[in-house]
């Protein structure tokens, strides 16, 4: 055990005050201990140093013990602040904590703001090692798809549909055409509505779709299932460029 970790019987009771839950979000996965003033800033391993916090939160605790106590634990989001004191804005909503904490105004705007700095920071480096370690974010999942155990994983009768339509599309028939069809049929889309022609663009030109997928400009293997194969893939995107849409064109080997 490090020096500057917790004893056993600390984290029993801080577990115990924190009613085994994130003091943070109220989560009871994957808990873990945080120094609210950290060891290398004079913070002690004891109790009153110690916050229970899931492993989400505890990724993106601001290093600012001040911020921590009263803006990050008690405010999910500067959207939740400024709904809690009833204002219009986030300049508003400061101005009012600034006034409950009995602090300066710009001196609280500016610490606040250097921690959503570091928190979307934070974000970024995340989704951007999970793209690297298993090819997808987790967000904006594409149709066809359902996110498990940090893999995309296919849905079979959706997959159908995403292989018509690249099917059709071969075949000769405009995105258009296909809008049609799909609605025609009641097939619904990702959200439960309508299809559109954007939809069906960006069906086409996913790489995702034959194993693939895209991050910050750059195309590498994917972990996941492909629906489709290469060569389809590829001869839609050619068709694509030679009906003058907007290329966005990916050809693998």
């Keep these: 055990m490090r020096t500057d970790d917790f004893?056993?019987?600390?984290?029993?009771s801080a577990l115990e005050q924190a009613n085994y839950r994130c003091e943070r979000c109220w989560s009871i996965r994957d808990l873990e201990f945080h120094h609210i003033v950290p060891t290398s800033h004079g913070g002690n391993s004891t109790i009153e140093n110690c916050l229970v916090l899931c492993h989400k939160c505890h990724t993106i605790v601001p290093k600012d013990p001040f911020i921590l106590k009263n803006y990050f634990l008690r405010f999910s989001s500067v959207k939740e602040m400024i709904q809690y004191y009833n204002v219009d804005n986030e300049d508003e909503a400061i101005k009012?904590?600034?006034?409950?904490?009995?602090?300066?105004?710009?001196?609280?705007k500016i610490r606040i703001k250097e921690y959503l700095k570091s928190h979307l920071d934070?974000?970024?480096?995340?989704?951007?090692?999970?793209v690297e370690i298993i090819g997808h974010s987790g967000f904006n999942i594409p149709f066809g798809f359902y996110y498990c155990d940090g893999i995309l994983k296919i849905i079979p009768k959706d997959a159908d549909v995403v292989k018509d339509i690249y099917k059709w599309y071969i075949e000769g028939k405009s995105m258009g055409k296909i809008v049609k069809m799909l609605n025609s049929r009641k097939i619904q889309s990702k959200r439960g509505g309508l299809w559109a022609k954007k939809t069906i663009s960006t069906i086409l030109k996913n790489p995702v779709y034959c194993g693939y997928h895209r991050f910050e400009g750059?195309?590498?293997?994917?972990?996941?299932?492909?629906?489709?194969?290469?060569?389809?893939?590829?001869?839609?995107?050619k068709l694509i460029v030679k009906k003058g849409c907007k290329p966005n064109f990916y050809k693998f080997g």
């Design 7 to 12: 004893t056993q019987s600390i984290k029993k």
């Design 96 to 108: 009012f904590l600034s006034q409950e904490l009995g602090i300066n105004y710009s001196e609280l």
């Design 122 to 130: 934070t974000i970024k480096f995340g989704i951007k090692k999970r």
């Design 218 to 237: 750059k195309t590498k293997k994917g972990k996941h299932s492909k629906i489709i194969d290469k060569i389809t893939f590829n001869k839609v995107q």
